[in-house]
């Protein structure tokens, strides 16, 4: 299976933020926000393995500013690593005021996607080729957030 780079992958994906997406403070509800990033990361992850691709796990996700109806939600995801059948993927989130092109960055989260056969089985995904000194750096921090992911699950599971 041959590597791929990080851009081979990249996906932006671009939704108006609607009064339909408003929660009661008149700001765009978080949820709408995570479904749109675990939709942008799923299809990044999808693009990399060119194979169907289901959530595993999301980090925490911190809403930095809110995101206001009337804005342009920009959301930018990409392989930061991969294992076996697993892929980290980042997803950038930046609301765009279309009227005057001032530009927020809001939120950012890290979500880990396996790629799925045709029976819905775990399936082999191509590696990860960085192609710079930073996507190295990226990637090397990635293992060790799934490292940590690894030790938690580990960890849960002995407390249950």
């Not at 108006?16 to 978080?30: C, I, Y």
């Not at 990361?41 to 393995?49: K, M, S």
């Not at 996507?135 to 992911?149: D, L, P």
Request: charge should be neutral; include cysteine; proline fraction near 6%.
């Amino acid at each position: 299976m041959n590597a791929k780079t990080t851009s081979e992958s990249r996906l932006t994906l671009n939704q108006l933020m609607l009064p339909e997406h408003a929660n009661t403070m008149g700001n765009v509800h978080g949820g709408v926000i995570m479904k749109l990033v675990d939709e942008a990361g799923g299809l990044c992850a999808t693009r990399h393995a060119r194979r169907p691709a289901v959530t595993v796990a999301i980090d925490s996700m911190t809403f930095d500013k809110p995101v206001h109806v009337g804005e342009l939600l920009e959301l930018t995801s990409e392989v930061t690593w991969t294992g076996r059948t697993s892929m980290e993927v980042v997803v950038n989130v930046v609301a765009e005021n279309p009227l005057t092109g001032d530009r927020t960055p809001t939120n950012s989260a890290y979500l880990v996607y396996v790629a799925l056969d045709a029976r819905g089985q775990p399936t082999p995904v191509p590696p990860l080729l960085p192609a710079t000194d930073a996507e190295h750096e990226r990637m090397a921090a990635a293992q060790k957030r799934q490292e940590y992911r690894i030790r938690q699950r580990q960890l849960s599971r002995r407390s249950v």
